[in-house]
């Protein structure tokens, strides 16, 4: 049996295994495929990487029956199982990946797992038996684009601080916004002891602005707001790259077309 959904804080008493580190593993012949663990969890579409490394050092990855812990640890992809809370993890490599955009309404929570019992997140709102997670953050009190995949390669490179593609975001003030505050975060404002990029900012009405980022500090454009003495009412993105949330409504979604899974692998 697979799993569909993956859950944090586990209770380490349901694991029943001893930890131990990758040199007391039992040695064995290597497959045609070898690969790091945690990059295995990630393609197999259970988590991402950075995930994957987590459930690596919490102790809830079997190898064959054996708890590992240590990061770095390789397994034969077509002879070892590898197991979290129990349940076998299946990883089909020529598998065709999904690309998802959706539209995501007030108070749903970008996140593939519950911490608060009545809490909704992304992953209540698309119906698809694959594991699937979000790609970035949108703050809960945000709404807009968000992409979602298994593909464990794109997600580790579109969640890296190095890409560079474009995020577009129309913002609402409670305060009217002035034409000195648009410079300010065009030209990049002291966030945490680090100027933010330049960004570009256009007024679109006496509360309303586009702005446009390259870089994903959390919740950036709402505290690059509250530096100019103004906060944000509303905070919609609209586009990542190339993908567009166009028609969709909130909490909609749509499949990824091919063009659109180039543009974000380029």
Known sequence: MTINRVTQNLPKKELGSKKVHLKNLPEQELGSKKMRLQKFLSQAGLCSRR?????????????????VTELGTSIDVENDEVKFQGEIIKFFPEKERIYI?????????????????????????IDIPDRIYPIGRLDKDSTGLLLLTDDGELHNKLSHPSYNHEKEYIVTTVEPVSKSALEKMAVGIMLDGKR??????????????????????NRQIRRMVEKTGNNVKELIRVRIGSIKIGGLKQGEWRFLNQQEINGLKS
């Not at 995501?104 to 709102?125: N, Q, R, T, Y």
């Open 101 to 125: 955009a959706l539209n995501k309404p007030l108070d749903v929570i970008a996140s593939c797992s519950h911490s608060h019992v009545g809490e909704k997140i992304v992953l209540d709102l």
């Open 196 to 217: 933010t990029r330049a960004a570009q900012v256009e007024q679109l009405s006496r509360y309303k602005f586009r702005i446009i980022l390259k870089q994903g500090i």
């Open 51 to 67: 995930k994957g490394e987590e459930y690596i050092t919490a102790g809830l990855i079997t190898v064959n029956g054996v708890v």
